[in-house]
DNA sequence: TTGAAAGCGCTAACAT
DNA sequence: ATGTTAGCGCTTTCAA
């Protein structure tokens, strides 16, 4: 059982002091003199005193703490973000209330209310693959709680949005492998519903367009991008002959050109690939795989460093643009048109 | 800014009811007549009432909060444990506060007290690398609240310890090398404080002596088990003619596995390799990765439903003996025999 | 079945 | 520099 905790009133007592003087003492309140600081503190220590951040929170109506809500949890990107915000948060006395939707819009709903309730100062969050309607966030807004999103944002809002510029790299790597010599190009993705991947498609339609390429909508494999669904898609991949495969994430796409290699063809000369994070996978896999490097940690920060500043007043993020957090490709074998 | 939000005390007002009969009404507490409950609950709704769970937490005191410290958020195994927690804790209606020690144990005693400070109803722990002293743990007790530790687990402890047999699954990692001919086997692992680093080490002078091999100690090596220094790591795997590596985790070993192909040596013809965790990795690199299956979220799984319950009063868990949960050995290409 | 009142531990405005 | 007092919003005993 929870046994009593020590409280400003025993403190108090056991001074002769007032509970106030007690709370100013603790806190370092330059009206309380020196000699009755160092008493309070001693004492407090002493009798093991830990503050009520409970009590506090109820009368300051603050809570230093921040609720995130990602898609998953056991995601190799979403565990460097999360790393990135706790780093932030922990320097500047904050906690992190975390849940994850699992790619469940009814989850994520449920984890906005039971974080309102928990009346965490702001939140942070990054959206279910299932998640058509935006209404669950409304509540925030009519309770006046900041709302950062980041990696996967919605469509149009007016809320902060925090992303790497996913148009940008998904041309990036469907023009590396035309440059390359590829022409028959297939794109394994997430559903488009999700910025992320929608803004990747427009960026491979792009670099088609510009080598004069035509798109083939049977060129597009949409599932979960786990590595099962990339073993799943090499099938396709030899039987459309591609001689080039873009794909949303590391791990599928390792997975992918495994089984593509297993199944006869050889990588990069006859199917060059690219995958897209920067996971260790891309660099151990064999051949190392050229993909897009997304910074998590540095994602993660950048989200919780806005958010703080606008707890404390020194932003205002309504006023802000959206924040793009720059990529790049990295160029490895899998890819490389004069491989031997 | 926060908006003020709508109390019990609103809706009283409104119905012309106490508060209590609110609260009551609320909760579906029995003597609340139907009719009564029913416009209670509708004029909540209406108001978008959301009930202020600090000021019950204050007022019963428990959070209905679990609070996590792992060494470090963005690994494989740990996204993996803490998903499990996740999913449990939050069908039960409890939150997550997690953080991060970066295996440092100042940070981790932050954290602790931090916890404490919010008052979480129990607390779920796998100790920081650097961690050698548990005095800041002493104030869990002090406060009674409950402390389960999972994975990297204190040397003796009276609180519940959930592992998997570390000592068994190095013993079954170096046998199987020697059963596939390794006589001159390496080590790499991290520091022999923590026990899943420890236990293994014992497990694998076991599978020696089992085979009357002599142990040297210039096959030990012991890092940070990153991609790193797995690459380090390799110089010294060739210069020491290891015909056989057993490494502590699947980054760290196919890092060094890849390595060690690139200064000359052939795997496995000549050095054979086993990893730990059954990471994507171990499937995705080439050749693939013998390794020991961890089941990651079944012990978060296990941890969270231990402590809840604990909580809820079903089981005490200061009198259960710790638990092991099952893991095995998953054979594949890096470590047979006769392999072509 | 409902109401009144006290109090969880803290903070902050207002005294002194 | 310190004290007094009034809540923050909820739960819960006791009374009606």
């Known amino acids: 059982m929870k046994k009593k905790e020590a409280t400003i009133y025993d403190i108090a007592e056991k001074l002769g002091l007032a509970a106030s003087t007690i709370s100013r003492?603790?806190?370092?309140?330059?009206?309380?003199?020196?000699?009755?600081?160092?008493?309070?503190?001693a004492t407090a220590e002493a009798m093991g005193y830990r503050s009520n951040t409970i009590a506090a929170s109820l009368r300051t109506n603050s809570t230093q703490t921040i609720g995130v809500i990602v898609p998953r949890l056991d995601s190799y990107l979403m565990s460097q973000i999360i790393a990135g915000m706790e780093k932030v948060t922990s320097e500047a006395g904050y906690n992190?209330?975390?849940?994850?939707?699992?790619?469940?819009?009814?989850n994520e709903a449920r984890s906005v209310q039971s974080m309102l309730n928990s009346r965490v100062d702001a939140m942070l969050v990054s959206?279910?693959?299932?998640?058509?309607?935006?209404?669950?966030?409304?509540?925030?807004?009519?309770?006046?709680?900041?709302?950062?999103?980041?990696?996967?944002?919605?469509a149009d809002t007016d809320q902060l949005c925090i992303?790497?510029?996913n148009e940008m790299a998904g041309y990036q790597a469907t023009r590396h492998l035309i440059d390359q010599g590829a022409r028959n190009v297939m794109l394994i993705s997430g559903s488009f519903r999700r910025n992320v991947y929608s803004q990747?498609?427009?960026?491979?339609?792009?670099?088609?367009?510009?080598?004069?390429?035509?798109f083939k909508p049977?060129?597009?494999i949409i599932n979960d991008l786990t590595e099962e669904a990339g073993i799943r898609a090499a099938r396709a991949v030899v039987e459309q002959q591609a001689d080039g495969v873009v794909v949303a994430n590391d791990i599928c796409a390792a997975a992918c050109m495994n089984e593509v290699r297993r199944l006869g063809r050889r990588v990069p000369q006859q199917v060059k690939f690219t995958g897209f994070n920067n996971d260790f996978i891309s660099r151990q896999v064999t051949p190392a795989l050229t993909t897009i490097h997304y910074p998590?940690?540095?994602?993660?920060?950048?989200?919780?460093r806005h958010v703080l500043a606008h707890l404390k007043g020194n932003l205002d993020i309504a006023q802000m643009e959206n924040?793009?957090?720059?990529s790049n490709l990295i160029v490895r074998e899998s890819s490389l048109q004069d491989h031997r």
């Not at 992190?96 to 009814?106: C, G, K, N, P, Y």
């Not at 959206?127 to 919605?154: N, W, Y």
């Not at 491979?204 to 035509?214: E, G, P, Q, T, V």
């Open 163 to 165: 992303t790497i510029n």
């Open 200 to 214: 990747r498609l427009a960026g491979y339609r792009r670099a088609l367009i510009s080598s004069k390429i035509k």
């Open 296 to 304: 998590g940690v540095e994602m993660g920060e950048v989200a919780a």
């Open 323 to 326: 924040i793009v957090i720059k």
């Open 127 to 154: 959206l279910a693959e299932h998640t058509e309607d935006l209404a669950h966030f409304e509540a925030c807004k009519a309770k006046g709680v900041p709302l950062v999103f980041f990696d996967r944002v919605p």
């Open 96 to 106: 992190l209330l975390i849940s994850q939707s699992r790619e469940l819009a009814a």
């Open 25 to 41: 003492g603790l806190k370092g309140h330059h009206t309380v003199s020196q000699k009755t600081q160092r008493k309070i503190i």
């Open 218 to 220: 049977e060129n597009i």
